[in-house]
């Protein structure tokens, strides 16, 4: 039985989780809750019962009654079957760095109790966030919804990967142009070059949409894939983007899948999947994720540097095993209502 | 009125209890209740003493002062005097109880006699019987249960069964005040022996039952002894007829006519025999929980929507009945998914219900890896008709993999092994590579 200071001192902090595609962002939230509760209650230190003396009540000859002695009984007003078990649910809180959509796949940032203090900090770094956005030219969408209903349909066929590639880069263009102009810097001035030598100036506004980086990963008309590297989006803002290039080529255009790749040092093998969250693997996740929230501190300087997020030692990270066998335990088809049937 | 030595003593000893509801009376303001209980005459005035023998007021409550109820029945009176609680106070009293949630009793009245018998520096005992202590009552009011069942047999004998209190008290607030005033021999000891006695209970399973249906304590016997009576006319087993009234935990509580009006359903609509719905009912008793409504939905869904065949309806139903409980918006995504872009015919679907179940999630992530190895060839697929609107699944699908290419035959994924429960034997057996390789790819899809 782990100490219940530990215990509840070690769920405190910033876990990496992988939400899938077609899974709301509360229910992971709650599977999450689901886990450290159930588990918690097995590893917490349950109190020694105690014993209270009540008293023997009997009616004397006038009606009245009297206390004639006392009997000692299990003190039930604190049993757990009457008070409920030491974790509640409503004891642990979850809270997401940024919303993600249902249709939205890929790393998700969450803080957990006193972890949620930490998120508005990560937030002011502005972190930029790697994604893989698919789409497929010639449809649109209604409001860009990856499962929206078809509302327009478009020729794609004259549209040449030169095409897209030109399209892209006088967007990547716009966007650099765009941040320096957010970042107060006359752009014909020294400073300017310097900071362009460097990289790409940090916006002075947070939640400003900028997109640092932008490669044509696959092109298969219709369908094409974008590798992004961003800071400041939501989701509704990168698939409308999609429209922005279907409309730049003179087509329409619709997302059909859109992953988060990282969060800026967070990568994918940081990530906890579905069928792994546990309450050992939360909180070893958290012990990693604290030294890399310490060791990749607040950012001061005015302009993203192109050096690549290094990998964390991986004797850190359990989440990669050959072995996994906390797996089995978990269907992985989560199928409704439960697979088997009672005989 | 004189009052003896002893008197005094006791009224010394009693001056811990002030203000705690002990109220001494001479014996000739005494009036007998109907139950023989002394009660203090309304109109009769407290004799008169020498102030250090001042006898000790109306009752208080032992946390809460008495001038909190005065100071309310004059805010909605407008008296600027304080008023005590008297007998034509007895709605104004009860208002200002539920007001402040604060408890009020009838006094207990002690006779001198009575009290001679008493010495408080001992500990009490039948010789040596120590006035009440209003201390111990439970409250009249409270938010949960806990403090009622320190002082009830019945609560208690619940909670050594294993009924978790604290869930029933949470999921249903309006229940836990009638479960307060059950009696243990009178109202739970009948029903539990009817259900391991008469229904063939386990002891073991009672807490957990009564924990998902507390309000099986207070259903009449005799109802829930028709109800169960009707599955034993229709030929159930007791062992099937356990089965349901567990597995189904308000089976007890529906009447006979709701029962046999669903079950009657089954056989009308989807033209089951009786050995059928026998079978069925017992594999997945909470089938008819939802009512008629929900069967007609996905009955509907499946055979006019989906266009299945009345036969593959009747199929899956009688191989996985936990498709029909489904939501019928995740069942047509889910369906859309595997029936368009995996291309598993009908035929291949009504025998693997179970896909229909599984989250989509899980179901695209088995698919796409396969599709990316080359090896997402399953045993009976539709032929692919082109759609306008509907993509393949991932850009990957629109190119033909290295193994189609080279027209090499693809072993064909069974549908056992793609809705494997393991991650690990899926990876194994159905794409041929390692769990590592899966989860890698699941991080970044």
Known sequence: ?343 | MILCSTTHRILAQLAQYQGKGICVRATSGITRSKKGASVANANSQPPTTSSENTLPGPFELPDKPAFLIDEYLRSITGESKPKSLQKDDSQAALEATKKLGLSSYRAIVYTEDELKKCDLSKPPSPENPHPFNPAHIPPTYSRSIAPYVNTSNCLQALVELGVDLFEVDTSNPTLTKRLVRLDLEKDVKPRLQWLVNEVGFEPSQLGEYLTRNPFFLLQELDDMRARVGYLDSKGFSKEEIVKIVDGCRFWVNFDVETIDHRLGWLHRELKLTAPQIRALISLEPRLIQFGVGQLERISKLLGKELNFRAEQVKRMLIKDPRVFLMNAKTLTETFIYVNRIMRLSKDLISKNPLILRCHLSAIRNRHEFLKKLGRASYEDIEALVPRPHEPSSQLEASRESPAEKSNELIPVVEMALFLHPSDEIFARKAARTYLEVYNDFLRTH
């Not at chain 1, 509760?37 to 009997?58: D, F, H, S, Y």
């Not at chain 1, 803002?237 to 730049?248: A, D, E, K, P, Y």
Request: aromatic fraction near 6%.
């Open chain 1, 1 to 343: 039985m782990a100490s219940s200071r530990r215990l509840w001192a070690a769920l405190q902090g910033v876990i990496c989780v992988h939400k899938p595609a077609d899974t709301h962002l509360a229910s992971l939230k709650k599977r999450i809750i689901a886990q450290i509760v159930e588990q918690g209650n097995q590893a917490w230190e349950g109190r020694p019962p105690k014993e209270i003396e009540l008293p023997i009540v009997t009616e004397g000859e006038s009606g009245a009654i009297w206390i004639t002695g006392t009997k000692k009984q299990p003190d039930y007003s604190e049993h757990p079957l009457v008070v409920g078990p030491m974790l509640h649910p409503q004891d642990v809180l979850v809270e997401e760095l940024g919303d993600m959509e249902p249709t939205t796949s890929g790393i998700c940032l969450l803080g957990l109790n006193d972890g949620c203090e930490q998120l508005p900090g990560i937030l002011e770094r502005a972190w930029p966030s790697r994604y893989r956005l698919e789409g497929i030219l010639g449809r649109q969408t209604v409001d860009n919804e990856i499962k929206g209903r078809v509302m327009e349909s478009g020729q794609y066929e004259p549209v040449s990967r030169g095409r897209m590639q030109k399209v892209i880069s006088k967007m990547l263009a716009n966007f650099r142009r765009l941040s320096f102009e957010l970042s107060g810097v006359d752009a014909q001035s020294e400073a300017a070059f310097e900071m362009a030598r460097k990289g790409i100036p940090r916006p002075s506004i947070p939640g400003q949409l900028l997109v640092q980086k932008m490669d044509l990963a696959v092109w298969a008309p219709p369908y094409f894939a974008l590798d992004l590297t961003c800071s400041g989006e939501t989701d509704a803002t990168l698939r409308n983007f999609v429209l922005q290039i279907g409309g730049s080529v003179g087509t329409v255009a619709s997302p059909t899948k859109l992953i988060r790749l990282g969060v800026g040092p967070f990568l994918p093998e940081h990530a906890l999947l579905w069928k792994q969250l546990n309450l050992q693997n939360i909180v070893r996740n958290i012990a990693a994720n604290r030294k890399m929230l310490t060791d990749f501190k607040a950012d001061q300087s005015p302009v993203f540097e192109e050096a690549e997020p290094v990998s964390v030692v991986k004797g850190l990270l359990d989440t990669k095993k050959l072995n996994s066998a906390d797996d089995e335990e978990v269907d992985a088809m989560r199928p409704y209502w439960g697979r088997e049937y009672e005989k």
